[in-house]
C-alpha cells in the first residue's frame, strides 16, 4: 500500500471539525490561543497545549507543560515522540488522528491466467437505459453479459428494496474513509458475504490499495487474495465479474493460498463513475451454504456505480473544503506574518525609520524591523529567505523570533550574526538560506555598525549625492554552521539616509525582460528621498509594481529607510 499524505483530522464527540494539510507545515502549535495554528476552544485546553514538529520527514509530538496533559493512542506524552500514520492525539475533549488508521488486513493480487467462461455485466450496458442481450455460454475473453433481473414480482420487488436502501446510504456526505467504511458494510449488509473489500487505485501509479474490509469469520489480520486478471478484466474492460464456483475456476487452480481459504464464491465489480474505474469491490464466500447469483452480481454492481459517484462528489467537495480551509490558513498566517512587521514610522534620536512590505503570495519570506534596544541602542534589519509561500514564511518566523532572543541576550553584533546563522542552520536543516542584513546606531556616538549576511548591499546616501554600499559581513544565514561575519563601520551625518531592500525590488522585470536593477532605484531614491520613509517606501513599491509586467515583480518586495534628520 502507498503511504497516505500526512494530514491531521481534528475530532470531537465523534464529528470532524476540520481536516489540516501538514505539508504546508513544519511546526504546529495546539491551544486556546488564538496565535495557535490549531486553535481549540475549550476550558480544559491550555493556551499553548502542545506543538507538532517536522523534523527531516518525520512528525513528533510534546506537551508544553498543559494543565491537562496530552496523550499519544491513551498514554501520556512526558517527552517529545515520534508520530506514526494512525496514532490518535488526545488533547482535553479533542481527538487529533494523525494520517489514515492502517487496516489490519492486506490484499494481494494472485498472479495466475485462466481460461473459463464467466458471468459478467457490461457497465455501459448496466448504466443504459436499453436492455443487454442475453448470451448463451461464451469463451475466455467473451464474458456473456447479464441482464437486469426480472421475473416474478417479489424479486423485482427484492431488488427495488435493495435500491432504496443503497440510494439512502450513500444520500448524506461523510469523510472520505466514513464513506469507504459505509460501501463495504452497506455490502456486507445486502449480499451477506462471507468478506467484502474496497480497492482504490492511486492516483499517480495506479496501484490498488485497500481502503475498507469487513468479514464475518476467520483472522481479521487475514489478507485478501484477489484473481490479478479479474481485477484488470474489471478495471480495463469495466465489467463486473462473477465467478460461482472459484475452486474450480482455473484462474485459481493449482493455487494453495485459494484451496486453503476454499473460496466457494466471488464477485469483483468497478467502481465506474461515468468517466474512469476508480478502484474495484470485491466479495467472496467461504464454505458458503448458497453461491452468489446473477441478482448478487447486478446490486454489486449498482453499488460499485453509486458508490463510484459517490467517491467523486465526495473528492469534490472535500477539495472545495480543503481549498477554502488553506486560503483561511494563509489568510491567519498572513495576519500574523504581518503582526510581526513593524507598524509604525519610529523615532529614535534623530533618527527615523519606516518601511513597507508586499508578499508576493498570502504570506512571504522578506522580513524587515527596527526598534529601540538597551544601552542606548537603536536596531534594525531585513532579511530575505530563499523561496517563497508558507515554507519560506515559517523560516521568517523562526528568524524573527532568534533575532529577538539574541538582542534581548545582549548579544552585540560579533556574536549576534553567528549565532542567528547557526539558529538558521538548525530550522531549515539546510534546505534554505537568508540573505541578511543587520545594523545597530549607537545613540550617543551615532556610531552605525552592521553585518551584511550575503545581502543587497543598502544604499547610503550622502548630501553629495554620492551613494556608498555597505557589503562587509559574511555568507548568507545557514549555509554553513561555522560561518563567521566581519562588522562593518560607518556613520550617518545629518540629512543622510540609508536604503534596505529585497531583491525583489531590483530584479522585477519589465515586459522586454529589463530588470529595474540597481540604477534606477538609485535615481529614485535621489529624487525621493527626503519622503517620510514609509511614504517612500510606498512609493518605490508602486513604482516597481507599475515597471514591471502585469504589475507583478514576481517576488516578495520590501523596503527599508532610514533617514537622519537636521
Not at 487496516?103 to 473459463?116: M, N, P, Q, T, Y
Not at 474512469?276 to 466479495?283: M, N, Q, S, T
Not at 517620510?532 to 507583478?552: R, Y
Request: glycine share 8%; net charge negative; with cysteine.
Amino acid at each position: 500500500m502507498t503511504q497516505t499524505m500526512h494530514k491531521l483530522v481534528i475530532s470531537k464527540d465523534g464529528e470532524t471539525l476540520r481536516t489540516l494539510d501538514l505539508s504546508q507545515h513544519m511546526e504546529i502549535i495546539v491551544g486556546r490561543s488564538s496565535d495557535c495554528q490549531v486553535v481549540l476552544t475549550d476550558r480544559a485546553i491550555s493556551r499553548r497545549h502542545a506543538r507538532l514538529e517536522l523534523d527531516g520527514d518525520t512528525w513528533y509530538i510534546e506537551d508544553l507543560g498543559s494543565m491537562n496533559g496530552t496523550e499519544r493512542n491513551g498514554v501520556p506524552v512526558s517527552e517529545r515522540v515520534l508520530l506514526e500514520q494512525g496514532d490518535s492525539i488526545g488533547v482535553g475533549p479533542f481527538v487529533l488522528d494523525f494520517g489514515q488508521k492502517p487496516i489490519a488486513s492486506r490484499a494481494r493480487f494472485d498472479e495466475s491466467v485462466g481460461h473459463l467462461t464467466i458471468h459478467a455485466i457490461s457497465l455501459e450496458d448496466f448504466t443504459d437505459s436499453r436492455t443487454p442481450t442475453r448470451t448463451g455460454a461464451h469463451p475466455a475473453g467473451t464474458p456473456q453479459p447479464i441482464a437486469p433481473p426480472s421475473g416474478s414480482s417479489s424479486r423485482v420487488s427484492r431488488f427495488m428494496r435493495n435500491v432504496d436502501t443503497i440510494g439512502k446510504a450513500f444520500l448524506s456526505h461523510r469523510p472520505m474513509q466514513e464513506l469507504y467504511d459505509k460501501i463495504v458494510e452497506v455490502s456486507d449488509d445486502l449480499l451477506t458475504p462471507d468478506r467484502v473489500a474496497l480497492l482504490i487505485r492511486d492516483k499517480e501509479g495506479g496501484e490498488l490499495n485497500l481502503k475498507a474490509v469487513r468479514r464475518k469469520r476467520g483472522n481479521p489480520n487475514d489478507e485478501i487474495v484477489i484473481s490479478r486478471s479479474i481485477a484488470q478484466q474489471a478495471i480495463e474492460e469495466k465489467q463486473a465479474i462473477l465467478s460461482t464456483d472459484a475452486m474450480s475456476d482455473d484462474r485459481f487452480q493449482g493455487k494453495e493460498s485459494i484451496a486453503n481459504l476454499q473460496i466457494q464464491s466471488a464477485m469483483c465489480a468497478p467502481l465506474w463513475n461515468d468517466s474512469e474505474v476508480v478502484g474495484i469491490l470485491y466479495a467472496d464466500n467461504r464454505r458458503a451454504p448458497t453461491l452468489f447469483s446473477e441478482d448478487d452480481l447486478h446490486l454489486l454492481t449498482l453499488i460499485g456505480h453509486w458508490a463510484a459517484v459517490k467517491i467523486a462528489e465526495t473528492e469534490a467537495l472535500e477539495e472545495v473544503h480543503l481549498q477554502k480551509q488553506r486560503e483561511e490558513e494563509l489568510k491567519h498566517a498572513a495576519r500574523l506574518q504581518q503582526n510581526l512587521l513593524p507598524e509604525d514610522v519610529l523615532t529614535s534620536g534623530p533618527y527615523r525609520f519606516g518601511g513597507h512590505n508586499i508578499p508576493s503570495l498570502d504570506v512571504g519570506g522578506d522580513y524587515f524591523d527596527y526598534f529601540c534596544g538597551d544601552a542606548g541602542k537603536t536596531w534594525a534589519a531585513l532579511g530575505d529567505v530563499s523561496g517563497k509561500g508558507m515554507p519560506a514564511a515559517l523560516v521568517m518566523s523562526n528568524l524573527h523570533a532568534s533575532f529577538h532572543a539574541q538582542i534581548e541576550a545582549g548579544l552585540d553584533l560579533e556574536l549576534l550574526a553567528p549565532r542567528l546563522n547557526r539558529s538558521v542552520n538548525r530550522a531549515a536543516k539546510g534546505e534554505r538560506f537568508i540573505t541578511f542584513f543587520v545594523l545597530s546606531i549607537e545613540g550617543k556616538t551615532n556610531r552605525l555598525r552592521y553585518v551584511n549576511a550575503g545581502h543587497n548591499p543598502p544604499m547610503l546616501l550622502r548630501t553629495s549625492g554620492e551613494i556608498e554600499l555597505l557589503e562587509k559581513g559574511g555568507l548568507f544565514l545557514g549555509v554553513f554552521m561555522d560561518a563567521e561575519y566581519e562588522v562593518g563601520e560607518t556613520m550617518l551625518e545629518p540629512r543622510e539616509s540609508l536604503l534596505l531592500y529585497s531583491d525583489g525590488i531590483t530584479e522585477g522585470r519589465n515586459h522586454d525582460d529589463e530588470e529595474f536593477g540597481e540604477e534606477r532605484l538609485a535615481d529614485f531614491y535621489r529624487a525621493h528621498h527626503c519622503l517620510p520613509p514609509t511614504e517612500f517606501a510606498e512609493k518605490l513599491i508602486d513604482e516597481v509594481q507599475s515597471f514591471c509586467a502585469d504589475g507583478d515583480p514576481g517576488d516578495d518586495v520590501t523596503v527599508l529607510l532610514i533617514q537622519r534628520c537636521p
